[in-house]
T-cell receptor, first 117, second 114 residues
């Protein structure tokens, strides 16, 4: 089956620093990748949708200058949390969708736990 | 606006007993419905999905779900729960088949007692 990896699986950083999270589709080409944020005991909230080679589309209320998304290749998307603050601490999850027509399943990564001190 | 409601935050079921997790959606057109399971340290795993056709959908791990348009529901069922089924379950709706991102419910935590 399709596998999506995320790196790192957890990260602790100081307030004011930037953190980059990678999302990779290991055995398929992902024309579309999604980034979600999950708070404890809460649902996943979509942050942005990224298509390979184009700018990401951000959901309302998500600061595009704070959460930088790059989808430079068909197998890699990155989320950079810039000038992180404690309120950015959360579980970040990516998903990837194959570009094949009629393929609608999103495959999820295992998530990255970010803790900002 | 589109939304997904999972009325039960936490359910405890005895091992071997049957299970039903409720999901209601609000969406004007034909929804594309999904059930995912999330175990600690694991990514979300797709259990099953409904796009069209037979309203009773079979999934992995012995799960099934039934789409009831009149009730705007897509409840997940399993006839006999195993201890390994303890996890967080999310119902989700996609707005179209082209892959627009999913809208998730808040999840139901399933505990299995022996």
């Amino acid at each position: 089956g399709a596998v999506v990896s995320q790196h790192p699986s957890w990260v602790i950083c100081k307030s004011g620093t930037s953190v980059k999270i990678e999302c990779r589709s290991l055995d398929f080409q992902a024309t579309t990748m999604f980034w979600y944020r999950q708070f404890p005991k809460q649902s996943l909230m979509l942050m942005a949708t990224s298509n390979e080679g184009s700018k990401a589309t951000y959901e309302q209320g998500v600061e595009k200058d704070k959460f930088l998304i790059n989808h430079a290749s068909l197998t890699l998307s990155t989320l950079t949390v810039t000038s992180a603050h404690p309120e950015d601490s959360s579980f970040y999850i990516c998903s990837a969708k194959s570009g094949r027509r009629g393929t609608d399943t999103q495959y999820f990564g295992p998530g990255t736990r970010l803790t900002v001190l | 606006a589109q939304s997904v409601t999972q009325p039960d935050i936490h359910i405890t079921v005895s091992e071997g007993a049957s299970l039903e997790l409720r999901c209601n959606y609000s969406y004007g057109a034909t929804p594309y419905l999904f059930w995912y399971v999330q175990s600690p340290g694991q990514g979300l795993q797709l259990l099953l999905k409904y796009f069209s056709g037979d309203t009773l959908v079979q999934g992995i791990k012995g799960f099934e779900a039934e789409f009831k348009r009149s009730q705007s529901s897509f409840n997940l069922r399993k006839p006999s729960v195993h201890w390994s089924d303890a996890a967080e379950y999310f119902c989700a709706v996609a707005l179209n088949q082209a892959g627009t991102a999913l809208i998730f419910g808040k999840g139901t935590t399933l505990s299995v007692s022996s």
